[in-house]
């Protein structure tokens, strides 16, 4: 079973950015489409971004024009990444990848992001 290892959070003030990594091996098919989910407290898992594994992208609205999902596809090894600028105090949350639209993969331990002044 594929656990994925995500990475990259901190505190950070409103309007920086964060780039998180989230490193995945296995038995990875480079077909699935992958994700980025956030949890904040009291509150559903929701997906921020999506990447075909042809590079077509989706963003919430919510992210839209703030985050940027990429992904490096290898054997038996896929990294995905998510380029966060203009963070806002509302994307305080758990980060974590896995597939889409249908989570694959076991729940990594996420990683936090906090934005706070």
């Known amino acids: 079973q594929v656990q994925p290892v995500e990475s990259g959070g901190g505190l950070v003030q409103p309007g920086g950015s964060l780039r998180l990594s989230c490193a995945a091996s296995g038995r990875i098919f480079s077909i699935y489409t992958l994700a980025w989910y956030r949890q904040a407290p009291g509150k559903q898992r929701e997906s921020v971004a999506t990447?075909?594994?042809?590079?077509?992208?989706?963003?919430a609205d919510s992210v839209k024009g703030r985050f940027t999902i990429s992904r490096d596809n290898a054997k038996n090894t896929v990294m995905v990444y998510l380029q966060m600028n203009s963070l806002k105090p509302e994307d305080t949350a758990v980060y974590y990848c896995n597939t889409a639209p249908t989570a694959h993969w076991s729940w990594g331990h996420g990683t936090q992001v906090t934005v706070s002044s």
């Open positions: 990447i075909t594994s042809g590079g077509t992208t989706t963003y």
